[in-house]
Every structure is written in structure tokens, then in C-alpha cells.
């Protein structure tokens, strides 16, 4: 396929890929168990959040505990993470391959390590497939949330962050969307997201020493600057970022632009993307805050997204500056249970959490692309090379 003419620098003489560390408040002191995460490497919300995430909390000076069922991982993500953080902070991570429905493993780890605290970033995610299979997207986002949660509380952990999304918020009537706006699913996916959340509001009013933070997410595209960690769906890309790219690097002919009618200055739909690294440091601002707190946090929820609105059109102009290469396109109906436009109000995130997504669609692209063009099949490679 065809790569981006940028040079790649070997791998010893890459930058740093991102910001120093940062002090975390709950590594100060003397507790030294840190925080330990949790997934399930099933269709995730962002399928490299965690790895993303993982990296900052390393460097941030944790111990981390992941869990992933590798339904939807490569088992190469780990060595990629080692070869980022180092051979001190990789001492510290620990990974598991189980699967969050697996309640006595998940029960035998919890009593093993211990954790001060858990990011679930675990869940199928694709609204197509939740409507033909409806009870899979139960069992295993519901189940395995409860599976988690009963887990960590049977040894002595009531702190959870958890991945939610701006699915909740269904149709909006208004944007930006803040986060007392009504909720609303429209599918299963997004059923299953609301319910999990109703749930953990139900656990907090039963029992306030569970202190749970709901992050929704917006749409979260890029990569890490290295171009070490990305998203590598399989199969054919339901979400538009991964789609742009595989069209880039020569894996699909052209992009289809779900509809040209909506009610948007260009009329393609409106979407609120987050840089992935933006994320990360939202879940490690959400970690300081939560093991901050002393138990008295409570169930609070907090818009992830960047406050910008960006159309189809506008992604494609950004991706195909990005690669210095047209993005070849054609318009297509609509997507059934598209909204129009959905971006959101980030302040509440920003005054509670001191955290504000800093990257711009142009950072967003450049590092969608060096991705793509470091890792044009993902992290397996061509599939006649394996
Ligand atoms: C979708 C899900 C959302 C889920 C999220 C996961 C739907 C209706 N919503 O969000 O619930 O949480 O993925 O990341 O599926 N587009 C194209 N061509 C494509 C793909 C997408 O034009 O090939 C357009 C869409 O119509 C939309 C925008 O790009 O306007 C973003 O789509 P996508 O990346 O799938 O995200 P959402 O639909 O916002």
C-alpha cells in the first residue's frame, strides 16, 4: 500500500513521546500498592484507550494490573507499552489474560492484589451489532460490570472509574451537551452503557463509601505520538477515523460520507473527537481525583470531549493534509440512529478535574497518520508476513 513519504526515525532516536511524568497524588505517602486497572480486551470504547492509559499511569508511578481477554487486543500491545515506558516502570505492570465474565479468576485476582482502585474501560461497542445481538451486549457489558464491581468490593475496593459514553446523551435536543442534559439510549449499546451507569448511581446511594467516576467519552481517534499504540479494529471499521485510515494507506477505495443533508454548515454530521492522549490524561486526572478524595467522591459523571464540533467533511480535509494525499469520498444515505451533531461542554471536567483536552484536529490527524503509516495492518502486519 501506499505510505506517507515521512521519514521514521529508528526507534532509539525517537523523542519522548509525551509530557514528563506526573506526580500522582495517590502514589505520595506511604501507601504503595498503587492503582490497578481492569479490562477486558473485548470491542472496547476506544480499543487502545487502555493502552494509552496504561502508559501514563506507569510513568505516573503505579503499579497496574491489566485484564484483557485478548478477544480484541493484540498480545503485542504489552511489549509495545515495555518498549515506551521503560524498563523500570514495566516492572510494574502486570498483565492477565482472563475474561471479566470469568468471575472466580476475576474474584482470586481481586483478593490477590488488593486494588485501590479500577478503570473498567471493558465492553462491546458497536451499535449495529448490539441490535442483532442484543443479549451479547447484556451479558457481557452488564455482567462483567458486575462481575467487577462485586469483586473489588468482596476485598475491600469501592473506587471505580468507568468508561462511559456520550451515547447516553442519545438524540441531544441541545449542543453542547453538559452533563445534567437528559439521557436517553437509542440502541442496545447504548442501553447497556446507561443502565451500567444507573447502576453504580444505584450503589452509591446504597452505600456511600463506593466513590465512582463515570467519564464520557466523546469520539476518541489518534494515537500515541510514537506511533507505537493506535487502534487496530478488525474487520471492517464501523467509526469514521480508523476508516479514513485504512482508505489512506490503500486497504479500502474510498470513504463513504454517511449523508449530506443534515442540518450542518457543510451538511455531513457533527462529532466531538478527542485525541486518544487527551483521553489517557483525563483517566489519570480521574485517578488523582478519585484516590484524592477519602471516600467521599460519590457518583460523578464528567464530559470527556474537547467542546469543538467537526464535520465528516472537515476530517477528511484535516486527514488528507495530514498525508498529503486526497482522501477519495462519496456520498452515501444516511446511517439509520445518526445524530446530527454531538459535542460537548467539557468545563464541569475542566473545574472539577483540572484536566482540558489541549490537542488540535491537526495533532489529531498527524498522529491518526503516523500511526496508520507505521502500522498500515496494525499490530499483526500483512497478513501473508505472519
Ligand atoms: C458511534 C456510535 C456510538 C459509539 C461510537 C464508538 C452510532 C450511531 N454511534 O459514534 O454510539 O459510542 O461510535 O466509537 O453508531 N461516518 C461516515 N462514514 C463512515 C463512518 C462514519 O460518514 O464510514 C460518519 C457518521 O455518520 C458520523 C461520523 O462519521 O457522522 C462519526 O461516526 P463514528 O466514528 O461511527 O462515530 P459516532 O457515530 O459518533
Known sequence: PPLCPRPVPPPA?????????????????????GC???????????????????????????????????????????????ELVGEEAGKRLD??????????????LCAEKKFDSCIHFAGYKAVGESVEKPLAYYRNNIVSTLNVVECLQAHGCKSIIFSGSCTVYGNPKDVPIHEGSDLEAINPYGRTKLYQEEM????????????????R???????????????????????LMPYVQQVAVGR??????????????DGTGVR????????????????????AAGGKLGCVAYNLGTGNGTSVLEIVKAFSAACGKEIPYKFAP???????????????????????????????CRDQWNWASNNPYGYEGKPEEN
Open 13 to 33: 532516536e525517537r523523542p519522548p513521546p509525551h509530557a514528563p511524568p506526573r506526580p500522582f497524588p495517590g502514589r505520595t505517602g506511604a501507601d504503595s500498592r
Open 36 to 82: 490497578r486497572e481492569l479490562r477486558i480486551g473485548t470491542r472496547r470504547r476506544h480499543p487502545s484507550a487502555g493502552s494509552h492509559t496504561v502508559v501514563l499511569l506507569l510513568e505516573g508511578g503505579y503499579d497496574v494490573v491489566v485484564v484483557d481477554n485478548l478477544n480484541n487486543a493484540s498480545p503485542r500491545v504489552e511489549g509495545r507499552i515495555l
Open 95 to 108: 498483565v492477565r489474560v482472563m475474561d471479566l465474565l470469568d468471575e472466580p479468576r476475576l474474584a482470586a
Open 200 to 215: 453504580f448511581r444505584d450503589l452509591c446511594v446504597s452505600d456511600d463509601a463506593w466513590e465512582v467516576s463515570l467519564l
Open 217 to 239: 467519552y466523546f469520539n476518541p481517534v489518534a494515537a500515541h505520538p510514537s506511533g507505537r499504540l493506535g487502534e487496530d479494529p478488525k474487520g471492517i471499521p464501523n467509526n
Open 252 to 265: 479500502r477505495a474510498e470513504l463513504s460520507v454517511f449523508g449530506n443533508d443534515y442540518p450542518t454548515p
Open 272 to 291: 466531538d473527537y478527542i485525541h486518544v492522549m487527551d483521553l489517557a490524561e483525563g483517566h489519570a486526572a480521574a485517578v488523582d481525583k478519585i484516590l
Open 334 to 364: 444516511r446511517r439509520p440512529g445518526d445524530a446530527t451533531a454531538v459535542y460537548a461542554t467539557p468545563s464541569f471536567a475542566e473545574q472539577e478535574l483540572g484536566w482540558k483536552a489541549t490537542r488540535t484536529l491537526e495533532d489529531m
